[in-house]
């Protein structure tokens, strides 16, 4: 279990049984004060303090409940369960003093529970790490293929007997390539011991690199290179982003504290309540499709049933962000997708909001959203003719009321459950794990890295960086082992699938033809 959960669950725990507990020991307490009286008889004033102490370890301190903090204090203590998983916490003295990371990591011998807790399959999208990594089956990855992605890469990870070397090239935009390894080490805290020797180059950029057809003839191997997203002519290796620790830069919090803002927002406004239209809001400037966007906002002339907004980061960084609050964005029963320079990270908080996604046609992906199914997690529409086919979404949204709220409860389950942040740790290890497997060459920790930790990237940092990574830490490790890996598709099941959503969306530009047909006939 996680540290704060964990931490939760005790305050919980020791309330729920606070009243038995009080009551017991008020039952004791008059035994107790009988027994004061007695020897406040026999013994002189002198004698009063040594019986205290003599209490005070006879009696358990838990017994003065609600009399002083330092006796609330020790009832914790008291009431502890059992067999707790030990915490670790960040040691900013010991690396204060050294500058070393600590030797005393948990290790993957935690007892018992790790071992016997029932393994469950993992959601269906991580199958799609085979074939991510199918171009390497045959001929695995080589040291001279490793060196090869190295040209654009920002850093180089090796993990060697379960600690983590770093060897940074080059900065990356903000805080990105940072908070992707403070990632990783937190993934060493949660699954200590359980990460094979490997080695990676890892690009922090947008846009993929690796193309395809570039690699088309035996003899020219691909290089494995991660990133955030690729595309369907890139062989890049896809890697949950930054966010998910935390954003510093927009004020974005770590993933669980994300969902769990965005959940309390979900219910605050029932779907049948919210706003009849599709809601955006972000910075238009970044690509051209977003620009385009702008132009189906509502005016007095058209309503393309849009409602759209400019995030000015510069006016909300002044503000301290309190306009961009994620759990407040889920206003409208639709909102819209639309990426950026390349994917945006802003797509799972809006899959979130228990709203059916309007899904601008997507030239990337990300980790997750090739698991995702149109018109059953959300709802596709055209980039090549937005405006219209907005209109067509919302009204069609608010004519089947039952079949829209599905749709987006469905997106929105996907993103609070399969994407939890436990399977977010799940799917990094698996996607490093399969690619440790295709390693020809057994890593070694090369001259130029360091070692990283927890400690050599919390420590120094400050402000809202700090705030975050303390926020993000994983004080314990994993009740349970990672999710099962699911067998890769089949070619037939893979063709089955990726024809399914195919067709789905289909479909939909099928219907919004019909129905534009009928609207231009009328005029
Ligand atoms: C460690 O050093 C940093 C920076 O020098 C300082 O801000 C921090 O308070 C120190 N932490 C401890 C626990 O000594
Ligand atoms: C982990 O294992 C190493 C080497 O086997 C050992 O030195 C270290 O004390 C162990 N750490 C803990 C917390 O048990
Ligand atoms: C879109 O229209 C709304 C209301 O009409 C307005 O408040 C908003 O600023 C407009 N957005 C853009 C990007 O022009
Ligand atoms: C919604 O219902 C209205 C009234 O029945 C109908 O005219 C319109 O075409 C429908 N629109 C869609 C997109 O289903």
């Keep these: 279990m996680k540290g704060h959960e964990e931490k939760l669950m005790n305050i919980y725990w020791v309330k729920k049984h606070n009243s038995l507990i009080s009551k017991w020991f008020r039952s004791l307490n008059k035994r107790a004060s009988l027994l004061t009286y007695i020897f406040l008889l026999l013994f002189f004033f002198s004698f009063l303090l040594i019986s205290l102490l003599f209490f005070a370890g006879w009696i358990p301190p838990a017994k003065y409940v609600g009399h002083s903090s330092s006796s609330q204090k020790a009832l914790k203590v008291f009431t502890k369960k059992p067999e707790i998983t030990p915490e670790y916490p960040l040691d900013c003295n010991a690396w204060n003093l050294t500058n070393t990371c600590p030797k005393n990591y948990p290790n993957s011998t935690k007892p018992s529970s790790a071992n016997t807790s029932p393994e469950s399959t993992c959601p269906e999208y991580f199958r799609w790490i085979h074939e991510d990594l199918r171009h390497w089956k045959k001929t695995g990855v080589t040291r001279e293929m490793v060196e090869k992605a190295r040209a654009t890469a920002h850093f180089r990870l090796t993990i060697v007997d379960g600690k983590m070397y770093v060897e940074k090239f080059k900065e990356s935009i903000q805080t990105r390539a940072l908070f992707t390894m403070w990632g990783i080490a937190q993934l060493m805290r949660w699954y200590p011991g359980k990460l094979p020797d490997l080695e990676l180059m890892f690009d922090a950029d947008d846009r993929p690199v690796v193309p395809a057809n570039d690699f088309?003839?035996?003899?020219?191997?691909?290089?494995?290179?991660?990133?955030?997203?690729?595309?369907?002519?890139?062989?890049?290796?896809?890697?949950?982003?930054?966010?998910?620790?935390?954003?510093?830069?927009?004020?974005?919090?770590?993933?669980?504290?994300?969902?769990?803002?965005?959940?309390?927002?979900?219910?605050?406004?029932?779907?049948?309540?919210?706003?009849?239209?599709?809601?955006?809001?972000?910075?238009?400037?970044?690509?051209?499709?977003?620009?385009?966007?702008?132009?189906?906002?509502?005016?007095?002339?058209n309503d393309w049933n849009t409602r759209l907004y400019v995030q000015d980061w510069i006016a909300e960084s002044q503000k301290g962000y309190k306009q961009s609050n994620l759990g407040?964005?889920?206003?409208?029963?639709?909102?819209?997708?639309?990426?950026?320079?390349?994917?945006?990270?802003?797509?799972?908080?809006?899959?979130?909001?228990?709203?059916?996604?309007?899904?601008?046609?997507?030239?990337?992906?990300?980790?997750?959203?090739?698991?995702?199914?149109?018109?059953?997690?959300?709802?596709?529409?055209?980039?090549?003719?937005?405006?219209?086919?907005?209109?067509?979404?919302?009204?069609?949204?608010?004519?089947?009321?039952?079949?829209?709220?599905a749709i987006g409860e469905a997106g929105s389950r996907f993103i609070h459950e399969d994407m939890k942040m436990e399977y977010v740790y799940d799917y990094i290890f698996h996607v490093l794990n399969e690619y440790a497997k295709l390693l020809k060459y057994k890593p070694t920790v090369p001259i130029n890295a360091i070692e990283l930790c927890s400690e050599s990237m919390a420590c120094p940092a400050d402000g809202i960086w700090r705030k975050f990574m303390e926020e993000s830490l994983e004080k314990t490790p994993s009740d349970s082992p990672p999710c099962k890996m699911p067998p890769p598709y089949q070619p037939h099941e893979l063709m089955a699938f990726v024809d399914g959503s195919g067709k789905a969306t289909r479909e939909v530009e099928s219907w919004e033809n019909e129905y534009w047909d009928k609207e231009n006939n009328k005029n």
């Design 216 to 301: 088309r003839l035996p003899g020219s191997e691909p290089p494995p290179l991660f990133r955030y997203c690729s595309d369907w002519n890139s062989l890049d290796i896809v890697f949950p982003d930054w966010s998910f620790w935390g954003w510093a830069e927009t004020n974005i919090r770590p993933w669980r504290y994300v969902l769990k803002d965005i959940k309390e927002g979900n219910k605050r406004t029932k779907w049948e309540d919210r706003v009849p239209y599709a809601y955006w809001k972000g910075n238009p400037h970044v690509c051209p499709w977003r620009a385009d966007l702008m132009k189906c906002n509502a005016t007095d002339q």
């Design 328 to 405: 407040d964005q889920c206003t409208h029963r639709y909102k819209i997708y639309i990426e950026g320079w390349a994917w945006s990270v802003s797509e799972k908080y809006i899959l979130a909001c228990n709203s059916p996604t309007l899904l601008m046609t997507q030239r990337w992906y990300d980790f997750f959203i090739r698991g995702m199914i149109p018109q059953q997690h959300y709802w596709p529409v055209r980039d090549s003719d937005k405006c219209r086919s907005l209109k067509y979404a919302v009204e069609w949204g608010n004519n089947h009321t039952e079949k829209a709220k």
